[in-house]
């Protein structure tokens, strides 16, 4: 089974950072993209960022240009990804969760695709 454990989650002012990490364990596939979601209401998520084993990275508009999305270079199997936090609004405080799978999707149910982390909270104050 798929495991996926995130961390670095907590609280920030606005204008600072905050990385959140997620470390995959139990993929057998070669070939797999693990987004960031934030959760947006009881039961939707939001893909806010994602990246693929061949190094494609996807942005939210909303993100774009103040988070980047990585892999861990010591991790040849691709399956810890990292995403730095910058610029922070108030408006990003929500839960983040990691999921992994062959094709992340935008908006979900969350959990409802793909195996996910247990999620990490995200508070963001002015």
């Known amino acids: 089974a798929v495991v996926l454990v995130e961390s670095g989650g907590g609280s920030a002012q606005a204008g600072g950072s905050l990385r959140l990490s997620c470390a995959a364990s139990?993929?057998?596939?070669?070939?797999?993209?693990i987004g960031w979601y934030r959760q947006n209401t009881e039961n939707e998520c939001e893909l806010m960022s994602s990246i693929r084993t061949d190094g494609k990275a996807y942005y939210d508009d909303f993100v774009k240009g103040r988070f980047t999305i990585s892999q861990d270079p010591a991790d040849s199997a691709k399956n810890t990804v990292y995403l730095q936090m910058n610029s922070l609004k108030v408006e990003d405080s929500a839960v983040y969760y990691c999921?992994?799978?062959?094709?992340?999707?935008?908006?979900?149910?969350?959990?409802?695709?793909?195996?996910w982390g247990q999620g990490t909270q995200v508070t963001v104050s002015s």
């Open positions: 139990g993929v057998t596939e070669d070939d797999f993209e």
């Open positions: 999921a992994a799978d062959i094709r992340v999707h935008r908006v979900v149910t969350c959990g409802a695709f793909g195996d």
